[in-house]
């Protein structure tokens, strides 16, 4: 019996716990989903692959990676979070080689899933200027969850073109 109340003591604790910023982190969730197969992507193109584009003014593979990455700091910027002082948000599109593209975009990725959780509750219906569209802080954590799932369709796409496999369909 003891063994029975400590369960249901612990298990309503868990319980209580995990309503408290469930949106962020259910958000934080798909949005790793999403993050890991990007990267899983760029570690299968091979280098010679990342300046292949499907048509003149479209962007390559390695500048759809950096798209992504700037996306992550700018939208968490609107949120109130400020890039990390040794990232240039006007350089990020300059940055060449795979090794150093896969860097930038883990940086992003690490950065953007730790703000998500610090935006409160309380806060998510905050109204927000993004520039592009005005919405409250929620729609600005949905929007960088869906811009990372978008390009990731677009990734596995080029992919596709270029008989490289996303390594989660093997």
């Given at each position: 019996m003891k063994k029975l109340l400590l369960i249901a003591v612990l298990f309503s604790g868990a319980f209580s716990y995990a309503q408290e910023e469930l949106t962020q982190n259910t958000i934080k969730?798909?949005?790793?989903?999403?993050?890991?197969?990007?990267?899983?992507?760029?570690?299968?193109?091979?280098?010679?692959?990342?300046?292949?584009?499907?048509?003149?003014?479209?962007?390559?593979?390695?500048?759809?990676?950096?798209h992504v990455a700037t996306g992550n700091y700018f939208l968490a910027s609107k949120l109130g979070f400020a890039p990390p002082e040794d990232v240039d948000m006007m350089s990020l599109g300059k940055i060449t080689g795979k090794d150093n593209i896969i860097a930038t975009l883990k940086k992003s990725n690490e950065f953007v899933l730790e703000k998500i959780t610090m935006v409160e509750d309380g806060d998510l219906n905050e109204e927000v200027d993004f520039g592009f569209m005005k919405s409250n802080k929620l729609g600005g954590l949905l929007a960088i969850m869906e811009h990372n799932g978008e390009h990731k369709g677009q990734l596995i796409a080029y992919a596709r073109s270029n008989g490289v496999v996303p390594p989660w369909s093997k």
């Open positions: 969730a798909v949005l790793t989903g999403n993050q890991d197969q990007v990267i899983q992507l760029a570690e299968a193109f091979p280098e010679e692959k990342y300046d292949w584009r499907p048509a003149e003014g479209v962007n390559s593979v390695g500048e759809a990676l950096l």
